[in-house]
């Protein structure tokens, strides 16, 4: 049941390792969460809590020992409980929470130390918390950690496809530690050198769009009829998910870098909410909850870059209105209100929030 997904290796580690319970009750914890969340079940939900502080007693009862604390079934438990707070962020200590997990599992990351990237399980560790990593120092305006760009320099044994998504890693990570350079987004105090490292990033940034491999590849979908699910007449479809959201990841970075592919920004959201290859407008299949978690950054990107429409923002918020009440993953409400007041996402209210329709949010957006 693990063998698609942000996490191969668990097939691996069920089918070979004695199961502990930080590892079991993080995995019952985010189910229970998502029956909570599409039964809308309090008592689920309950449920779900009671397994998430048990995993997280159990992950302190392993972090007193040195092998507890360098365990492959600790590691994935705390990546596994920053996921659970995605899918239930309801106020700004989820947000914070989320960090922690995150820094915490990279903090245990260092401490096993770079010969585990030579383990299949160790290196879709390290690519799976490299892309937590980023996408937390590009919120926080932070520089990425060296261990991360270190040792993304020396994965040798990456086949193609893999070597590309880490070329786009290194990309995202130059951006974040140029950020981190700036006191603030308007700072130019040093603007040659921070004009010509954004324009070489956006140069290099191309050059990835035209050096991927053919499985890179994805399909442009025309539409017969116009649908409020499709900002634009068409659509991109792609080979996996995975590949869907690598593509996100360039054009979230990209926009950051010179906020010029705008054109770009609502088109790969019907593939992720269930368009496929029809041309009608409307739905084919329901999306996977994982669908809704890889489009909350990317979506949240869009919405937030400086020059766009206020229409876009409106359909942007639409979407991860969308998400969050139908689809569960309770972070996309409090994205969708910051970005349409203008406010960063850990300034969110969550008294004003709460019982507000998304009317009711854009009103207060374009009053603001």
Request: aromatic letters at 12%; charged letters at 15%.
């Amino acid at each position: 049941m693990f063998s698609q997904g942000s996490f191969p290796y668990l097939s691996d580690i069920y089918e070979s390792e004695e199961i502990g319970s930080a590892l079991a009750d993080s995995v019952a914890s985010l189910g229970l969460v998502g029956l909570a969340h599409f039964w809308g079940a309090l008592s689920i939900l309950a449920k779900a809590t009671a397994k998430y502080n048990s995993a997280l007693k159990a992950i302190s009862t392993h972090l007193t020992t040195v092998d507890g604390a360098k365990s492959d079934q600790t590691i994935i438990a705390i990546v596994l409980l920053g996921l659970y707070e995605t899918n239930t962020c309801n106020s700004r200590i989820s947000m914070e929470t989320w960090e922690r997990h995150i820094t915490g599992a990279s903090a245990l990351l260092q401490l096993r130390g770079k010969e585990q990237l030579r383990t299949l399980i160790g290196y879709h560790l390290f690519i799976h918390l490299r892309t937590q990593v980023i996408t937390n120092c590009i919120q926080r305006h932070a520089q990425v950690p060296d261990i991360i760009s270190d040792w993304s320099q020396d994965l040798y044994f990456e086949t193609v496809e893999q070597a590309t998504a880490t070329t786009l890693s290194n990309l995202a990570i130059r951006y974040c530690n140029l950020r981190a350079s700036m006191s603030s987004f308007r700072d130019y105090s040093d603007s040659e050198r921070i004009i010509a490292t954004a324009c070489a990033l956006d140069f290099e940034y191309e050059m990835w769009t035209k050096t991927c491999p053919l499985q890179y590849i994805y399909q442009t979908v025309n539409l017969n009829e116009r649908s409020e699910d499709v900002f634009s007449d068409h659509y991109h479809v792609y080979s996996s998910v995975w590949l869907g959201a690598l593509w996100n990841n360039y054009r979230s970075a990209r926009i950051l870098v010179n906020e010029l592919i705008l054109d770009q920004l609502g088109y790969f959201v019907p593939y992720f909410l269930g368009y496929k290859s029809g041309i009608t407008g409307f739905m084919d299949q329901a999306p996977k909850s994982v669908n809704g978690n890889l489009l909350l950054w990317p979506l949240y990107t869009a919405g937030v870059t400086g020059i766009v429409s206020d229409m876009m923002r409106v359909w942007v918020a639409g979407r991860l209105e969308w998400i969050a009440d139908v689809m569960g993953i309770r972070q996309a409400g409090p994205l969708a209100y910051s970005m349409l007041r203008r406010q960063d996402h850990l300034l969110w209210n969550p008294d004003l929030i709460e019982n507000a329709s998304l009317a009711d949010v854009c009103e207060l957006a374009y009053n603001y």
